[in-house]
T-cell receptor
């Protein structure tokens, strides 16, 4: 089954404790992204990647890191989480834009609470 | 930078009526505009999209119109059904590579039986 998976789905942590949210897709997609969703603000892009070893900042990259060492994986790293990073996080992937079946597929989401 | 506004923030319609959600964007370089539906507790899912070389696109009860001159695009849902109740997000692609998106804040649509 074609899908984007994220782990963990729920996480409660404390300020300053490093954490990683994993994202994996099995559709051989070139593009991958991370978004955070907060009430009233819609989805805001944190980082995106157009290929292995190619990443770019989105609108809200502060406090986050990413890496794209393999095509299928795009982990989101919070080195020192703070309460303002409490949010719902979505990973997404897609084919290259010019391809016929271009569509951004979202993972199931990770609800993160930082106390 | 690109900014996307979306109106209304909430919309209630009677089953069978039409619903229209409008988005405006600021960057004339944007050329791809997707719409996503997000049901409660679920992930966003693409329902329709439009590229700047097209003025209108339809898929059954859903249509999207684009006015590049005025920099706005709208989602039209006809013959609404209770299962259309969800939050709808519009988005604009900033760099024309289908990767760097800015989203509107969302519209909560309620279809009343």
């Amino acid at each position: 089954e074609a899908q984007v998976t994220q782990n963990p789905r729920y996480l409660i942590t404390v300020t300053g404790k490093k954490l990683t949210v994993t994202c994996s897709q099995n559709m051989n997609h070139e593009y991958m992204s991370w978004y955070r969703q907060d009430p009233g603000l819609g989805l805001r892009q944190i980082y995106y990647s157009m290929n292995v070893e190619v990443t770019d900042k989105g609108d809200v990259p502060e406090g986050y890191k990413v890496s794209r060492k393999e095509k299928r994986n795009f982990p989101l790293i919070l080195e020192s989480p703070s309460p303002n990073q409490t949010s719902l996080y979505f990973c997404a992937s897609s084919l290259r834009f010019g391809q016929l079946n271009y569509e951004q597929y979202f993972g199931p989401g990770t609800r993160l609470t930082v106390t | 930078g690109e900014n996307v506004e979306q109106h209304p923030s909430t919309l209630s319609v009677q089953e069978g009526d039409s619903a229209v959600i409008k988005c405006t964007y600021s960057d004339s370089a944007s050329n791809y505009f997707p719409w996503y539906k997000q049901e409660l507790g679920k992930r966003p899912q693409l329902i329709i999209d439009i590229r700047s070389n097209v003025g209108e696109k339809k898929d059954q009860r859903i249509a999207v119109t684009l006015n590049k001159t005025a920099k706005h695009f709208s989602l039209h849902i006809t013959e609404t059904q209770p299962e259309d109740s969800a939050v709808y997000f519009c988005a604009a692609d900033r760099d024309n590579y289908g990767q760097n998106f800015v989203f509107g804040p969302g519209t909560r649509l309620s279809v009343l039986p």
